[in-house]
């Protein structure tokens, strides 16, 4: 029966008021940031002495030009078999619940760093870097955790404080790995007549990353709670005990308890190839262009801070490259925390996603534009430095897609209980980006520097055409999640 209309009855309806904001978990949501700083504390206290790591291990036998290609090599390393394992920690963790697979995932985290920190050997570094990939696939179990706190009512929020663990890493980070490389040469007074960290030069600004990572598992054990409500292959339940009342013994006999039948199909975790759909594939798509072109800009900006001022580098020191990137880090912080909540219910995720890729093309116009000044003036000028000031501004806004594509990833999973695969497979996606892009924008560095193919300037053509790429794919995305 339609509702009586009569001449008193608007033509209009009254615009629903928007819904309340419901209040976040906050000590739980706090937990999770803090154990999220596990990751990018240890992929970024690599950057700033890794150039002359592999100076000192001798596998470029001198020849500058070369360490671009091994210095992407070691980037490249944990993402390419992060995303051989990283679908089938997600898709685990929708069965077995997400706090077994992030304990494991920490303790891999700790044990490869310490690893990496002892290694001489170029095979060392290479054997210590895959394991740090291949046993840790927190990365996409975290932001299913952080899903499954919110609601479409604070995810934006949720998401506006997710880069505080990236941000406070990307400022330790490079800090630790800056102020602790070499602390024989930087503090002979206080290690001066150590000969362990004589030895072992890298061994220091490695521990540090990989003890905090074993602190937050023992927080993770100890603190956080499951977020699955009802794990499919829950480890505490897969195995029960019961009398049998036929036996005269009543020994107890195992019990295997397949709780799948209690649960409804629309609530358990879809086939993998349901998964492979337009709106998963297009959101995890987006977030793989995103991610090459920023681990491509993250690749070469510290080889070009530390790259020798005569072959168009600024020539920076470890410690001073440390401080330049921790900068980044600690503006991108405060900035998506003020901000990106503001800006995303202003413009919408596609546009807050489409202004952030836009900002790599000035961004990576500024590489030639210091090289052209830094030779033709024989030194960092007070100019270059300033362009240096812009091009870390204008990076700032390509954090915003971030937090934008995530909303995407998580509206595109077909239901909660894929949340896990979902995330999973777009972070393999990812993974496999993020290992082509360091390894491929350093190699293209060198090969450029050292074969002088458009000036020197071959690779920031390639770069611009990776931009234009990620605008495309990026224009594609629905208008809302």
Avoid at 177 to 191: E, K, S, T, V
Avoid at 282 to 300: C, M
Wanted: with cysteine; net charge positive; glycine share 8%.
């Amino acid at each position: 029966m339609s509702p009586q209309v009569d001449e008193e009855t608007p033509l209009l309806q009254a615009r629903q008021h928007k819904p309340q904001r419901t209040p976040l978990p906050w000590f739980q949501f706090s937990l999770v940031l803090f154990l999220q700083l596990s990751e990018p504390l240890t992929s970024q206290v690599i950057y700033p002495f890794l150039p002359q790591l592999i100076r000192d291990i001798g596998i470029t036998r001198g020849d500058e030009t070369k360490v671009g290609y091994y210095v992407g090599l070691m980037q490249s390393l944990f993402f390419l078999t992060q995303a051989m394992t990283v679908l089938h920690w997600s898709r685990i963790s929708d069965r077995i619940g997400r706090k077994p697979v992030i304990l494991t995932g920490l303790f891999g985290l700790s044990m490869s760093m310490y690893c990496f920190g002892l290694s001489t050997t170029f095979w060392g570094l290479v054997l210590s870097r895959s394991l740090n990939g291949a046993l840790n696939g927190n990365i996409g179990v975290i932001k299913s955790v952080m899903a499954e706190m919110t609601d479409s009512t604070n995810i934006a929020q949720a998401y506006a404080y997710m880069p505080i663990a990236w941000s406070t890493g990307g400022v330790m980070g490079p800090m630790i790995g800056g102020a602790l490389a070499r602390p024989a040469d930087q503090f002979p007074r206080l290690f001066g007549d150590n000969e362990f960290l004589k030895k072992y030069p890298y061994f220091l600004p490695c521990a540090v990353p990989a003890t905090f990572s074993a602190i937050a598992w023992l927080v993770t054990f100890l603190f956080v709670e499951e977020t699955v409500k009802v794990p499919l292959f829950a480890l505490p339940k897969l195995f029960r005990f019961k009398k049998d009342n036929n036996s005269c013994t009543n020994s107890p006999v195992p019990e295997i308890n397949d709780i799948t039948t209690e649960i409804p199909d629309d609530e358990k975790p879809v086939p993998f190839r349901k998964l492979l759909n337009r709106r998963v594939l297009l959101a995890a798509g987006n977030y793989a262009t995103l991610s090459l072109v920023d681990f491509s800009f993250r690749a070469i900006q510290p080889l070009f801070l530390s790259t020798p001022v005569e072959l168009g580098g600024l020539g920076l020191p470890p410690s001073s490259i440390g401080n330049l990137l921790s900068t980044f880090g600690l503006l991108n912080g405060v900035l998506q925390i003020f901000f990106f909540a503001r800006l995303h219910d202003s413009w919408g995720s596609k546009k807050t996603f489409i202004m952030g890729i836009a900002s790599t093309v000035p961004i990576f116009a500024c590489f030639p534009l210091l090289t052209h000044l830094v030779k033709s003036h024989g030194c960092v000028t007070p100019l270059a430095w300033s362009i240096v000031a812009l091009q870390i501004i204008l990076s700032l806004t390509l954090s915003f897609s971030y937090g934008a594509i995530f909303i995407y990833i998580s509206a595109a999973s077909p239901n909660k209980a894929s949340l896990g695969a979902t995330n999973g497979l777009s972070q393999m996606t990812v993974s496999v980006f993020r290992a082509i892009g360091p390894a491929a924008s350093s190699s293209l560095f060198s090969f450029s520097m050292s074969h002088h193919y458009l000036g020197g300037f071959l690779v920031y053509y390639v770069l611009f055409s990776l931009s234009a790429l990620a605008l495309v794919t990026g224009s594609m995305l629905p208008r809302q999640a």
